[in-house]
């Protein structure tokens, strides 16, 4: 049983910065890998950065670079810091924590990059 929380979407200009946050809560021991995906609407939903038990992250050719992955063990937490947003970045933006073939995900939070 994992529960995810996701915070820090909003509208902001071409150029600026945004860090997301997803606090996880429950079984948060049987978590094996956490990441961003994000769902343009007519669009699938694609990977933009992941993060594994041991730390290794991996990051979508279209935001290397700009956006970085990182996690707080003592808060439960996983951000994502926005840099250089475009307006192609327009999306919601949803949290995953994969647990050994089962993925859960949190509610999503609308991120809108104006030029």
């Known amino acids: 049983q994992v529960q995810l929380v996701e915070s820090g979407g909003g509208l902001v200009q071409a150029g600026g910065t945004l860090r997301l946050s997803c606090a996880a809560s429950?079984?948060?021991?049987?978590?094996?890998?956490m990441g961003w995906y994000r769902q343009a609407p007519g669009k699938q939903r694609e990977l933009v950065a992941t993060?594994?038990?041991?730390?290794?992250?991996n990051y979508a050719d279209s935001v290397k670079g700009r956006f970085t992955i990182s996690r707080d063990n003592a808060k439960n937490t996983v951000y994502l810091e926005m840099n250089n947003l475009k307006p192609e970045d327009t999306a919601v933006y949803y949290c995953?924590?994969?647990?050994?073939?089962?993925?859960?995900w949190g509610q999503g939070t609308q991120v809108t990059v104006s030029s």
């Open positions: 429950g079984s948060i021991f049987s978590i094996r890998a």
């Open positions: 993060i594994t038990i041991a730390g290794r992250t």
């Open positions: 995953n924590a994969r647990l050994s073939g089962l993925n859960i």
